[in-house]
């Protein structure tokens, strides 16, 4: 089968797997109240990634499915480095699936890369990134989740200032995540210069993908959502979908 083909399948399969295990959740099923997100805007729908790795056989196929995103559309790349925390499960699935050896960024208080500069001056000698550097190493950063690529240019600024302590010379100019919100990730990534790839576009695809399993009106509202997320903040709408859970029995 094409690679092509496969990415699409093992796409749709995961989604839905997602789902049904409850790290996709929605209003309806999950919490009639719906979720604040850190953004401050109200969402009907929440994904939560954190649990994954208490779930092993779909540990398995995520592991599998970005180790062959790596293999056929990254170059030369010979490592892999998950973000601290749900990037870390990840990219040691794709170590022992995909034979690409795997390395872990420390969680630092860090929201953005332009404060790295300055954390950094106060963090000392502590290791930023866990694992073995060699020159010449081309790395690709793991990550469950993209919504603004924040956190994963926190991370390549982790992997150069480590590189460079260690007086070695790395190349990271890929990011390969398992869900992209389609949130504005990947223009923020093609301004950096940085090649950014998804399993799970999660907007353009992943929603279309989860339509036999999910209710008609979870499927409307979230696909409403995914149009115009304003039409939602207001209180009249968010109490109209807190009655149909209510309604529902």
């Not at 953005?112 to 073995?132: A, M, N």
Request: a neutral charge.
């Amino acid at each position: 089968m094409p690679w092509k083909d496969e990415k699409e399948e093992l796409g749709k399969e995961i989604t839905c797997l997602l789902y049904e295990k409850g790290l996709i959740k929605t209003w309806y099923r999950d919490n009639p109240r719906g979720w604040m997100l850190v953004s401050g805007l109200w969402s009907p729908f929440y994904i939560q990634l954190r649990p994954l790795a208490s779930y092993p056989e779909l540990l398995e196929k995520v592991g599998y499915a970005l180790g062959k995103i790596i293999k056929e559309e990254c170059k030369e790349v010979n490592k892999v480095v998950g973000v601290a925390m749900t990037g870390i499960p990840i990219a040691s699935a794709i170590a022992i699936l995909a034979g690409i050896p795997s390395l872990w960024t420390r969680k630092i208080r860090v929201r953005s890369s332009d404060e790295f500069e300055k954390y950094i001056q106060s963090y000392g000698e502590h290791t930023l990134v866990e694992g073995k550097f060699e020159e010449g190493d081309r790395i690709v950063v793991i990550d469950d989740l993209a919504t603004k690529f924040d956190s994963k240019l926190v991370a390549i600024e982790q992997i150069k200032h480590e590189a460079k302590k260690r007086c070695l010379k790395v190349e990271c100019g890929d990011v390969v995540v398992l869900l992209d919100r389609e949130q504005g990730a990947a223009e923020v990534a093609a301004q950096h210069g940085i090649s950014f790839y998804s399993l799970i576009p999660f907007k353009s695809k992943g929603l279309e993908w989860l339509k036999s399993k999910v209710s008609k009106i979870e499927y409307e509202v979230i696909s409403g959502y995914l149009r115009d997320e304003k039409k939602y903040q207001d209180a009249e709408v968010q109490k109209e979908l807190y009655e149909v859970v209510l309604k529902r029995g």
